[in-house]
């Protein structure tokens, strides 16, 4: 019995892991984040204008991702570098501008939402993209 009860704690604890395996940062170039994870919601507060890269971003279920930008006039540049299309499921929000790039391409289900002063995507290879 305590075998099977230490099993479902191990499955348990990488299940929960594993429902956020789908958003991972590769690496920030511009600026600076700090990914915090609570329930169904992400929240990435950014310094200044970001460039993350993510080598995952895609949401299994209804997902609440929140750029909290310390100025309405800031940027956030996301590139998708997975290799597999991007699919929103929840909603995206953010009190300044994002741009998602992903040339494997994005996708929104009938059920998401987008609340930004200003959102782009893309599936042209900007990564060049900088802040001047």
Known sequence: MKKLILVLMVFFCFSA????????????????VAMVKSGNTI?????????????????????NINWNQQSS????????ESGM???FRGSLNSNANVMLINKSGIAFTKDSTI?????MA????LDTFDFD
Do not use: C, P, Q, Y
């Not at 200044?48 to 299994?60: D, E, L, V, Y």
């Not at 006039?73 to 998708?80: G, L």
């Not at 609340?115 to 959102?119: E, I, Q, R, T, V």
């Open 115 to 119: 609340n930004m002063a200003s959102f």
């Open 85 to 87: 299309s991007t699919v």
């Open 17 to 32: 892991v594993n429902a956020w395996a789908d958003f991972v940062i590769d690496k920030v170039t511009n600026g600076s």
């Open 43 to 63: 929240d990435l507060n950014t310094t200044g204008n970001t460039k993350i890269h993510w080598s995952k971003f895609n949401s299994k279920d209804a997902v």
């Open 73 to 80: 006039s800031a940027w956030s540049v996301n590139i998708i």
């Open 122 to 125: 893309s599936t042209l290879e």
